[in-house]
C-alpha cells in the first residue's frame, strides 16, 4: 500500500470547484506553481501566471493533454481566462443547469465577449441605447429579456475562491 499524502478536503456548503479554486488562489498566493487536471472546462477561469489548466482529451482512442496557460487560452480562445464566466453567463452550461440566455450559443457568446468584454459592458450599452455591432433584432430581444438570467448564470458559473480551509 503506497501512501501519495493526498489531502482529503471536504467543508459542507461547499462544491468541490470552489475547494479547488480556493486552493489554486493559496497557491498562487504563496507564490506556488499549481496544476489543475481536469475534465472540466469550467477551470480555465482559474488559469494565471501560477495556474495551469491541464484538461486531457480522447480520441480515437488516445488520450492527449492540453496545459492552458493564460497565453495559450488567449491564443486558442481570443479572451482572458476570468472573462470564461462571462462566457458562461451568456451561454450557460446543461451539464451544471446553469441557464444562460435562451438562444445564446458558444459562437455567439465568444462573439459578444471578444468585441465588448463583459456582461456589464454590453449591458450598460444596451440601457444607454447604443447600437452594439451584430446585436440586433432576437439576439437584442433575447439579450434584453434575460438580463436576470445572464447574471445569475454568470454567478453560478463562478468558482468561489475563499472555501474557509486550513492549510
Same mark, same amino acid.
Given at each position: 500500500f503506497y501512501d501519495f499524502k493526498v489531502e482529503d478536503f471536504e467543508i459542507e456548503g461547499y462544491e468541490a470547484d470552489?475547494?479547488?479554486?480556493?486552493?489554486?488562489?493559496?497557491?498562487?498566493?504563496?507564490?506556488?506553481?499549481?496544476?489543475?487536471?481536469?475534465g472540466d472546462r469550467d477551470y480555465l477561469q482559474l488559469a494565471s501566471d501560477k495556474v495551469t489548466v491541464r484538461i486531457p482529451t480522447t480520441k480515437q482512442g488516445n488520450?492527449?493533454?492540453?496545459?492552458?496557460?493564460?497565453e495559450i487560452i488567449k491564443e486558442k480562445f481570443g479572451i482572458e481566462p476570468k472573462q470564461f464566466i462571462q462566457i458562461k453567463g451568456l451561454m450557460g452550461d446543461t451539464s451544471d443547469n446553469i441557464p444562460?440566455?435562451?438562444g445564446v450559443g458558444e459562437k455567439t457568446a465568444f462573439s459578444l465577449i471578444t468585441k465588448?468584454?463583459?456582461?456589464?459592458?454590453?449591458?450598460?450599452?444596451?440601457?444607454?441605447?447604443?447600437?452594439?455591432?451584430?446585436? !440586433?433584432? !432576437?439576439?437584442?430581444? !433575447?439579450?434584453?429579456?434575460? !438580463?436576470?438570467?445572464?447574471?445569475?448564470?454568470?454567478?453560478?458559473?463562478?468558482?468561489?475562491?475563499k472555501v474557509p480551509l486550513e492549510f
Open positions: 470552489d475547494i479547488l479554486g480556493t486552493i489554486a488562489s493559496y497557491g498562487e498566493e504563496n507564490n506556488m506553481e499549481v496544476l489543475l487536471l481536469t488520450t492527449e493533454t492540453t496545459d492552458y496557460t493564460p444562460g440566455v435562451p465588448y468584454n463583459n456582461l456589464d459592458d454590453i449591458y450598460a450599452a444596451l440601457e444607454a441605447g447604443q447600437e452594439l455591432e451584430g446585436v !440586433k433584432g !432576437k439576439l437584442k430581444e !433575447k439579450l434584453e429579456t434575460n !438580463k436576470e438570467l445572464a447574471f445569475m448564470s454568470r454567478d453560478l458559473g463562478t468558482i468561489f475562491r
